[in-house]
């Protein structure tokens, strides 16, 4: 049976059919890098790093991409606040991500394009789309000529009437049409910048997508995915640039997670309760944090807080308790026993309903019912007197199976590099300096559950293995 796959264009499940049997083309819209990653941005990654790892499993070859935007308003912005250039803030986040998803468990991309690494094919979809009539300069500036494409708003499943509702042209805007959106941006005094026929300047947001889906992926991809919030404008935008170019499909199926809300609030800075992955895992075993996402259907929104994320922890444990004991078991266990085959029939059927259940639009959350389940069927075979190697094994591999599907580790935790460690003193210095002694204690903390003793000295912060 087909995998069924809800579709935002469709508002419907359908089968899972790739173009190519066998192969499946993914884009995956990635962060602009111009800080840490916060709880929003971790899921996603999550989501659709699993939904990849379940695709493999079931035996498709998965072409992923996921782009970083390092170039834009935001990042201009904390450049000039921190006195850098933009590339040198772009890498640094970039490397913070790679360490953030990491740490969650999410594979690399097989592609990480980057917006400056991809200006001259970004400057050629614009021409593009101006020789076919789509777009437009004004000034220096390109605009998108959205009325020329009949079905802008499918995806969102708005009218351009409806659209057209709120839309104004802002000042210093010199658009045509209040809906048309911008392909190219004219240099302003003191910004990075890029030649083009146009004149000095840098792509809008929402071309860079389209331009590098089809660099990386061809004209027609199979799902292209990214959180709620990109539906619209971002993922209607890219659609209605990359069918104008093409005049095909741009995406088969489009995938779009559900919002966070932090203690039933939406998460905002002006609320004070934006929360940044990056100070998490400092806290936290960063698999619980992706076992806790996971428990929730990708379509659902979810509500983090503390308490929440602890409960999950002790869920988390009794399932590895469970693997250690099997491992522990084995080596005292038997080649056969009686009822080798009904508890194989048992843990075949659990692997049947997990399957099932992912085949039900990527369902991790009936999903890790099922692993709860086999947890709780290993912890009754281990009171048997007799226990088969053959049978404990089999659990095993349904253990390790499940997991690396949901991307997540049977082990324990590595003990802290000493470069870790150095990072950690480091960032609780900095943070001591800041006067943020809520963090710097909260670091202390983590390094003592990490058996890490520290000793603030004349000469400075030593440290010792407990």
């Not at 929360?275 to 379509?299: G, S």
């Not at 979810?302 to 693997?323: D, V």
């Not at 983590?446 to 912060?461: C, P, V």
Request: net charge negative.
């Amino acid at each position: 049976m087909a995998i069924q796959l809800y579709n935002t264009l469709t508002r419907k499940k359908e089968p899972f059919i790739p173009l190519e049997e066998g192969k499946v083309k993914m884009y995956v819209c990635g962060p602009t890098v111009y800080n840490y990653i916060h709880i929003g941005n971790a899921r996603p990654a999550i989501v659709f790093d699993t939904v990849r790892r379940y695709l493999e499993y079931r035996g498709y070859d998965v072409n992923f991409v996921s782009n970083f935007t390092d170039v834009d308003d935001k990042l201009i912005r904390t450049a000039k606040e921190l006195g850098e250039d933009v590339p040198e803030i772009a890498e640094r986040f970039i490397e913070a991500y790679f360490e953030d998803v990491s740490a969650l468990g999410c594979k690399k991309a097989d592609t990480h394009p980057r917006v400056t690494e991809n200006m001259d094919t970004i400057i050629d979809f614009i021409q593009a789309l101006i020789d076919k009539g789509f777009a437009y300069e004004s000034e220096g500036d390109v605009y998108y000529h959205t009325r020329k494409f009949e079905e802008y708003g499918k995806l969102s499943h708005q009218s351009i009437d409806e659209l057209k509702l709120g839309n104004r042209i802002a000042v210093g805007e010199k658009k045509k049409d209040a809906l048309d959106f911008v392909l190219w941006k004219a240099a302003k005094e003191g910004e990075i910048k890029w030649d083009s026929p146009w004149g000095a300047g840098r792509p809008g947001w929402h071309i860079e997508c389209s331009a590098m889906a089809r660099k990386y992926l061809g004209d027609t991809i199979d799902i292209h995915a990214g959180g709620q919030d990109l539906s619209f404008p971002h993922h209607e935008n890219e659609i209605a640039q990359s069918e104008a170019v093409t005049g095909k499909t741009f995406a088969r199926y489009w995938m779009h997670n559900g919002y966070i809300n932090i203690d039933n609030e939406k998460m905002s800075k002006s609320l004070g309760n934006f929360v940044l992955v990056h100070d998490i895992i400092k806290k936290h075993n960063p698999q619980v944090l992706r076992f806790f996402m996971l428990a929730v259907h990708y379509r659902n929104q979810i509500n983090y807080n503390e308490e929440l994320l602890e409960n999950t922890k002790a869920g988390y444990e009794r399932i590895k308790a469970s693997y250690e004991n099997l491992k522990h078991r084995k080596e005292a266990s038997s080649e056969l026993t009686e009822n080798n085959q009904e508890w194989l029939e048992k843990i075949g059927d659990l692997q049947k309903q997990f399957i099932t259940d992912m085949d039900d639009d990527f369902n991790t959350a009936n999903a890790i019912s099922v692993v709860f389940e086999l947890s709780k069927q290993a912890n009754y075979y281990l009171m048997e007197k007799n226990t088969s190697t053959a049978v404990i094994d089999a659990f095993m591999t349904q253990f390790e199976d499940f997991f690396g599907v949901l991307g997540l580790s049977l082990e324990d935790e590595l003990q802290l590099l000493d470069e870790e460690v150095d990072q950690l003193i480091a960032d609780r210095i900095q943070a001591r300096k800041d006067r943020n002694f809520q963090l710097a204690d909260q670091i202390r903390d983590q390094l003592k559950e990490m058996n890490i003793i520290l000793e603030d000295t004349a000469q400075g912060t030593r440290w010792k293995r407990g």
